[in-house]
């Protein structure tokens, strides 16, 4: 909730701050940070059980290619991010994901150190290392919807501190011993922040 607080303060003050340079057709941008993925509270229901995901965080990483003058299409990736499962509150697995997204931001230009943006693009998770003492647990990969928020607050021409927000949706299908048992529900907000590199 702090994160995104911080988001919105920054967003709204971008016009204060002294001026910074815009992205330019053929930049690139390489971000080394954190990311907090968050699954929503209500994660369907598995063998007739409520279910429930917690969060997790991991190192991330961002590559951007600027196709145009503040647009540009962004990689996303992280380490494995861990998540243990629960049924009507007892513990019932564990599993591993990766979500590398690839997005189309657009930097809104300002005039300001600040540099808010918004992003559209797909996301692809990938769901490994699953156990669970109940039996044989595998959850599905998944496609989905992405979205993305954030800003940039530059320290110099070269380097900048971001802030951001994702919304991916996640849903897979969920089997035990070989039987479908459910949809799990992620549809996760990640929060992140990084410092950015421009090339």
Known sequence: MNMKITLLAVLATAALAAPAAAQ???DMTLGL??????????????????????DSAQPSI????????????????????????????????ETKQQPPTISLNYHIPTGSKFTPFVGLGVNYTKFFDTSS????????????????????????????LRFD??????????SLNG??????????????????IKF
Not at 67 to 92: C, Q
Not at 138 to 144: C, E, L, P, T
Not at 151 to 156: E, I, V
Not at 179 to 196: F, R
């Open 179 to 196: 039987a479908g048992i459910g949809k799990v529900e992620i549809d996760p907000l990640v929060t992140g922040i990084s410092y950015i």
């Open 33 to 54: 940070g954190v990311a907090l993925v968050s699954p929503k509270s209500d994660n369907g229901a598995l063998a007739g059980a409520a279910a429930t995901v917690n």
């Open 62 to 93: 961002t590559f951007e290619y600027f196709l145009r003058d503040n647009l540009g299409i962004e990689v996303l990736g992280a380490l494995p991010f861990k998540h243990s499962i629960y049924l009507n509150g007892g513990f019932a697995g």
């Open 133 to 160: 003492p109940l039996g044989d647990l595998k959850i599905d990969d998944s496609f989905g919807v992405a979205a993305h928020l954030g800003a940039d607050y530059a320290l110099s021409d070269k380097a900048a």
């Open 24 to 26: 330019s057709a053929g």
């Open 165 to 174: 927000l994702r919304y991916a949706k996640i849903e897979s299908d969920v």
